[in-house]
């Protein structure tokens, strides 16, 4: 059975910075795409920020120049790290990944329990 377990939420004042992991487990044959949605008090899930199996990243207009995403792939973990936070960037934060389990042909993609950033003062 495949899980992601994330951590590292928490309170942060503004402009302040947290780093987020989010750690695959269970039995995984390949894990491709991972990435970071979010979302905020009374609003749909957006995209933070994703990153390919050979690194590429790609990453939503209000995390650009301020969040990095990362992963390393020995520990099937991905981060997010968050500098210059916002009040508007508090959000549940919730890890996606597109796994393969082993014995299975297709993917599918799985979702973390969600971890609680909050940027106040």
């Known amino acids: 059975q495949v899980q992601l377990v994330e951590s590292g939420g928490g309170l942060v004042q503004p402009g302040g910075s947290l780093r987020l992991s989010c750690a695959a487990s269970?039995?995984?044959?390949?894990?491709?795409?991972m990435g970071w949605y979010r979302q905020p008090p009374g609003k749909q899930r957006e995209l933070v920020a994703t990153i390919s199996s050979g690194g590429s990243t790609n990453y939503a207009d209000s995390a650009k120049g301020r969040f990095t995403t990362s992963r390393d792939n020995a520990k099937n973990t991905v981060y997010l790290q968050m500098n210059g936070l916002k009040p508007e960037d508090t959000a549940v934060y919730y890890c996606n990944a597109d796994i393969t389990p082993r014995g299975y042909y297709l993917s599918s993609s799985y979702w973390g329990q969600g971890t609680q950033v909050t940027v106040s003062s």
């Open positions: 269970g039995s995984i044959f390949r894990i491709r795409a």
